[in-house]
């Protein structure tokens, strides 16, 4: 069987710029919450996410944007479905997404990225700055503590 990103490669052949990112989850007092991150360059809260380097799978790309980003070595749990748009330099982009749970690590302001939160899906839809990532938070099937990541 073809690796994800021929696959992905074949069904969208116009897309130029290949990333990864994750949607973190964790159960917190009782609720479920999601970590978005602010990016000062943008002025926006998004998922943590990034460009694919030169050898690395998509889901091996997600996992290190996600630590580079926030500090957090996570572990993948589900693929969601991609996310395809134009970015900013008005090319086709693509992102593949993972369902991730945090297994060590803290968060330091970076270049990319000034602060994170947990919030809950709803906060979380009224924070993000993309519709595109309020679809992708909705496609996330509801979870309710407690919250069983472990597969």
């Known amino acids: 069987m073809a690796d994800l990103l021929s696959r992905l490669g074949?069904?969208?052949p116009e897309v130029t710029v290949w990333a990864g990112g994750g949607v973190v989850l964790r159960e917190h007092d009782g609720q479920v919450e999601v970590l978005?991150?602010?990016?000062?360059h943008r002025e926006d809260w998004s998922?943590?996410?990034?460009?694919?380097d030169e050898g690395e799978t998509l889901g091996q790309t997600a996992e290190?944007?996600?630590?580079?980003?926030?500090?957090?070595?996570?572990?993948?749990i589900d693929r969601l479905s991609p996310v395809r748009y134009v970015d900013n330099k008005q090319r086709e982009?693509?992102?593949?997404?993972?369902?991730?749970e945090v297994e060590t690590g803290a968060f330091t302001?970076?270049?990319e990225v000034d602060t994170l939160g947990w919030f809950s899906f709803v906060?979380?839809?009224?924070?993000?700055?993309?519709?595109?990532d309020i679809r992708l938070l909705d496609a996330i099937p509801p979870a309710e503590p407690?919250?069983?990541?472990?597969a």
Do not use: I, Q, S
């Open 10 to 12: 074949e069904e969208y």
């Open 36 to 40: 978005l991150v602010h990016r000062p």
């Open 47 to 52: 998922f943590p996410k990034g460009k694919l």
């Open 64 to 76: 290190r944007e996600v630590e580079e980003e926030t500090g957090l070595r996570c572990r993948r």
């Open 93 to 100: 982009k693509l992102v593949v997404y993972w369902t991730m």
């Open 109 to 111: 302001p970076n270049d």
């Open 123 to 132: 906060a979380a839809k009224n924070l993000l700055t993309y519709d595109r």
């Open 146 to 150: 407690p919250l069983r990541l472990h």
